[in-house]
């Protein structure tokens, strides 16, 4: 009989953040260049200081192995979600039944992945739906987050953050499936407004994007897209816009008008049209990286739930705005929805710099594929590290899509 062992407190949400957050140190972080599973073990080594070379090495070639039990049982409605834990090397896997969770146990047996089973009461479905209907605002407590709402694996529970003058008296009243939070005031900033030049032989996820007239380049290119009319779109982040009309472009050439975007809550996403004819032929799929052939790689997927992102999961950034010919440096998943930020995904181990604001985080797999997880939205006060930050924030592409963008599909190179 498979051994179950119950959620801790949902504090522990709040305890996860900290800890991952002090551990995670000031710097550039490590980068997607010729060799993935360098790039992995690095990004573990940076937020986990402690973890040792054989776990790191471990938990970065075991990444494939894991992500293959979200196919085989991700889509069931009794999946709770799951988080890795690089140090022990177990990969936690919540589910509403025991059949669910002892299948789990036996398909990480044979991919040679070590899963800790988590009976739990609510499905990320419900999670998700929970979390959502908080996000409305039509309650004193939705109100009082001002959408920074999150989700907590660990504990199966929503987070609401609040001022801390009100968590007494909202938590009183706080269904049981919300921990009421007080909220941490995280200090972030947009990451726009500063100046680089990349190529504009086709649109890479990471090239700059230029405002109004060539040369006022203000955020970087996240991914390209296609509507079911073969209509192209580029995403960028949506703190980026200047209004809807307005043209936009990347080195020498125009991309086309603002046609969209939104700034709120877990949303920070715009979608330029693409009316240029240098552009719009183009297969799309790519990302700029300066260290491969061409200066470019391809993107081989998109994540299809937000319960396919893990907090464990090494991620890098398709963005480097202080650095033209600069690398595409990598962190870890901290946070699938952080309630201290908006509900957004959080890195730990890299502090994203202005300019880097739309650019597209991918998450990079032991075979060397990357799979589109979202936009660049925001970071920590500073640049790299300057001011003491470590982590980066970004809208994940599956929020982006059902809220936002539904009839847009992300280009890609399988």
């Known amino acids: 009989m498979t051994r179950f062992r119950a959620f801790a407190t949902a504090g522990m949400a709040v305890a996860l953040l900290a ?64 988080y890795f834990d690089p140090p022990t090397g177990i990969l936690h896997i919540a589910a509403t039944d025991e059949a669910t969770a002892e299948r789990a146990v036996e398909l990480g047996k044979q991919q040679g992945v070590e899963v800790e089973p988590q009976l739990v009461k609510r499905s990320y479905e ?16 939705g109100k009082a987050t001002r959408g920074n709402v999150g989700i907590s694996v660990q504990s199966n529970q929503v987070i609401a953050a609040v001022p801390a003058s009100q968590v007494e008296t909202l938590a009183k009243s706080a269904p049981d499936d919300v921990q009421v939070v007080a909220d941490p005031g995280v200090k972030t900033e947009e990451d ?21 007239f060539a040369g006022n380049n203000v955020c970087s290119v996240g991914f390209t897209a296609r509507d079911a009319s073969n209509q192209r779109y580029v995403y960028t982040a949506g703190h980026c816009s200047g209004g809807n009309g307005v043209t936009w472009g990347t080195g020498c050439q125009t991309i086309g008008p603002m046609q969209s975007s939104v700034n ?48 464990g999961d090494t991620v890098c950034l398709a963005a480097n705005f202080t650095q033209p010919n600069g690398a595409n440096f990598c962190g870890v998943v901290g946070s699938v929805m952080d309630f201290s930020v908006r509900g957004m995904t959080r890195v730990d ?57 539904p009839g847009l599909n992300v280009e890609v190179r399988p």
């Not at 039990?69 to 709770?80: H, M, P, V």
């Not at 660049?376 to 590290?385: A, P």
Request: charged share 15%; proline share 3%.
């Open 19 to 82: 800890s991952t957050a002090g551990s995670a140190v000031a710097a550039d972080g490590t980068a997607d260049q010729k060799d993935p599973l360098d790039a992995a073990i690095s990004a573990y080594q940076r937020v986990y200081p402690r973890i040792s070379l054989d776990a790191a090495t471990r938990a970065a070639s075991q990444q494939d192995a894991r992500k293959s039990l979200y196919e085989a049982i991700g889509t069931d409605k009794s999946f709770g979600g799951a």
């Open 126 to 141: 419900e999670l998700m739906g929970i979390a959502n209907s908080l996000r409305s605002g039509e309650t004193a407590l």
């Open 192 to 212: 726009a407004c500063t100046s680089r030049a990349f190529c504009d032989t086709t649109i890479h996820a990471g090239n700059m994007l230029w405002r109004g």
């Open 264 to 311: 709120f809550s877990f949303l920070d996403a715009s979608i330029i049209r693409v009316t240029n004819g240098w552009f719009t032929g183009d297969r799309g799929g790519e990302a700029y990286n300066e260290f491969f052939s061409g200066r470019t790689v391809n993107v081989n997927g998109v994540a299809p739930t937000m319960s396919y992102i893990w907090a």
């Open 349 to 405: 181990g890299f502090d994203a710099c202005p300019g880097d604001s739309g650019g597209g985080w991918y998450w990079l797999t032991p075979s060397g594929r990357r799979i589109a997880y979202g936009m660049h939205s925001r970071s920590d006060t500073g640049c790299h590290g300057d001011q003491g930050g470590s982590h980066s924030w970004f809208s994940a592409l599956p929020l982006v899509k059902a809220f936002f963008t």
